[in-house]
T-cell receptor
Framework: GIQVEQSPPDLILQEGANSTLRCNFS?????LQWFHQNPWGQLINLFY???GTKQNGRLSATTVATERYSLLYISSSQTTDSGVYFC??????????FGPGTRLSVLP | DAGVTQSPTHLIKTRGQQVTLRCSPK?????VSWYQQALGQGPQFIFQ???????QRGNFPDRFSGHQFPNYSSELNVNALLLGDSALYLC???????????FGSGTRLTVV
């Protein structure tokens, strides 16, 4: 099955800093999403991005499908951005394979 | 419009016992998937139900079983609980096409 790697595993930022999170896939996926898990465990979908670039406010994501990686950019980080960020891929099946996550802490 | 609802939110069980977790999908969704998230790890796929049948299954033992009802709600049952079953159990619903995946807030199970 698909293997998903994420880097870095942990990231500590000062409020206002920018960051880039990376996700690598071992095989092609037809559905790639980024999620943010808040301290209460809720997984919130950030982007559906099997290819190309999307932006939503301070967040943007880019997926290069031919090279099997995706990047999540967070600009002007805020304390509310803290949590765990997961990427997940679906390969023509109906279930996601998640990466191990990047734990982000934004300090005031 | 209610999203995916799971119950209970927290649960403590003793080793060897059995547990049932419940999930109501988002309105308009007919497919329910269950995931187990151990502490510090990403969610892992347990199984998926569509049209009251198990459609896919991940690498979990037969102690994990499920059911989907005609109203699309679903239950996850775990028998003979082990300490290692302690985790956050997440339910996700989607349409038959597999898109619009929406996760619930999960049930945190602690086995003592």
């Amino acid at each position: 099955g698909i293997q998903v790697e994420q880097s870095p595993p942990d990231l500590i930022l000062q409020e206002g800093a920018n960051s880039t999170l990376r996700c690598n896939f071992s095989d092609s996926v037809n559905n790639l999403q980024w999620f943010h898990q808040n301290p209460w465990g809720q997984l919130i979908n950030l982007f559906y991005i099997p290819s190309g670039t999307k932006q939503n406010g301070r967040l943007s994501a880019t997926t290069v499908a031919t090279e099997r990686y995706s990047l999540l950019y967070i600009s002007s980080s805020q304390t509310t951005d803290s949590g765990v960020y997961f990427c997940a891929g679906m390969n023509y099946g109906q279930n996601f394979v998640f990466g191990p996550g990047t734990r982000l802490s934004v300090l005031p | 419009d209610a999203g995916v609802t799971q119950s209970p939110t927290h649960l403590i069980k003793t080793r060897g016992q059995q547990v049932t977790l419940r999930c109501s999908p988002k309105s308009g969704h007919d497919t329910v998937s269950w995931y187990q998230q151990a502490l510090g790890q990403g969610p892992q796929f347990i199984f998926q139900y569509y049209e009251e049948e198990e459609r896919q299954r991940g690498n979990f033992p037969d102690r994990f079983s499920g059911h989907q009802f005609p109203n699309y709600s679903s239950e996850l049952n775990v028998n003979a609980l082990l300490l290692g079953d302690s985790a956050l159990y997440l339910c996700a619903s989607s349409s038959g096409t597999g898109f619009g995946y929406t996760f619930g807030s999960g049930t945190r199970l602690t086995v003592v």
